[in-house]
Nanobody, 123 residues
Framework: QAQLVESGGGLVQTGGSLRLSCAASDRTFSMYAMGWFRQAPGKEREFVAAIDWWGLKPSYVDSVKGRFIISRDNANITIFLHMISLKPEDTGVYYC????????????????WGQGTQVTVSS
């Protein structure tokens, strides 16, 4: 069964940076839109960023624009989330997701999910 495996989470101080990675087990995902969601304690999971299979026109939630960059390496079926200027409100479990449908990324369900990686930003 196709899998998505996240890595790169951890504990950082406010203003720090992290790079999350999501590796897909199936080469089919190189043709899929892929994205990142996060869930803070006591809150619903929210969209963070996503990118189409050709790597153009990434989309971000307003709160991370200018601080996070999503990218993908289709040769290695991996996506990344580069996060800088981290804030305590960025704390949460970050999930990788994939689907065959493209944008708009906040509409329509995502079909595949990873198990998540914890990001904690201390104040």
């Amino acid at each position: 069964q196709a899998q998505l495996v996240e890595s790169g989470g951890g504990l950082v101080q406010t203003g720090g940076s992290l790079r999350l990675s999501c590796a897909a087990s199936d080469r089919t995902f190189s043709m899929y839109a892929m994205g990142w969601f996060r869930q803070a304690p006591g809150k619903e999971r929210e969209f963070v960023a996503a990118i189409d299979w050709w790597g153009l026109k990434p989309s971000y939630v307003d709160s991370v624009k200018g601080r996070f960059i999503i990218s993908r390496d289709n040769a290695n079926i991996t996506i990344f989330l580069h996060m800088i200027s981290l804030k305590p409100e960025d704390t949460g479990v970050y999930y990788c997701a994939a689907r065959s449908r493209g944008a708009p990324f906040t509409e329509y369900p995502w079909d595949y999910w990873g198990q998540g990686t914890q990001v904690t930003v201390s104040s």
